[in-house]
């Protein structure tokens, strides 16, 4: 994948997270609106994962990643484990037991809060940090945010090839 975001803090590359955190329930609305859930529960290819899967997967990585954003938003560089937004954050939540379109409102309601938060911090807040075990490097809420980003138009991206083609 391309690197599309600059890992430099400035209100620009600011302004261009928030832009895609903001369109990605809409991009992920539009290439599932008319597809079936019985192909919204299917592979997306042979030993991959299903459309509902990957949005799981989504919603794990970025229920991780917020709450390392909101800590590092209330409390002085805040410590946290080394826990996989799937093989063990995944196995607590089950997202992957819901169907698509319970996941996809959720996916709405979490953007909701993360944008609403997000969406009125000062420079400095978008600095602070967090520590994560294992790690030598400190993460700036930007740099949370812009993980979950990437990590985002990854899927969809892969989403929307996968589900075009089968059409």
């Known amino acids: ?14 302004a261009r ?27 997306l290819g042979k030993e991959e994962r299903t459309p509902t899967e990957v949005l799981a997967h989504v919603l794990n990585g970025e229920a991780r990643s917020a709450e390392m954003i ?20 995944g196995k607590l939540l089950r997202f992957d037991l819901l169907n ?15 944008l609403r938060v997000l969406s009125g911090l000062s420079e400095a807040q978008w600095a602070r940090t ?12 930007y740099w949370r945010a812009r993980t979950l980003v990437m990590h985002e138009l990854d899927h969809l991206g892969d989403l929307e ?5 089968k059409k």
Request: proline residues 5%; charged residues 25%; without cysteine.
């Open 1 to 14: 994948m391309t690197n599309l975001l600059s890992t430099e803090l400035n209100a620009a590359n600011i």
């Open 17 to 43: 997270v928030l832009e895609i955190l903001a369109e990605s329930p809409t991009r992920l609305a539009a290439v599932t609106k008319a597809v079936s859930a019985e192909t919204l529960s299917q592979p």
């Open 70 to 89: 909101y800590q590092a938003l209330l409390v002085q560089e805040p410590y946290f484990p080394d826990l996989h937004p799937d093989r063990d954050l």
């Open 100 to 114: 698509f379109s319970e996941l996809l409102a959720y996916f709405n309601v979490r953007r909701k809060v993360l």
């Open 130 to 141: 967090i520590q994560e075990e294992g790690k030598k490097r400190k993460e700036s809420v």
């Open 161 to 165: 090839h996968k589900l075009l083609k």
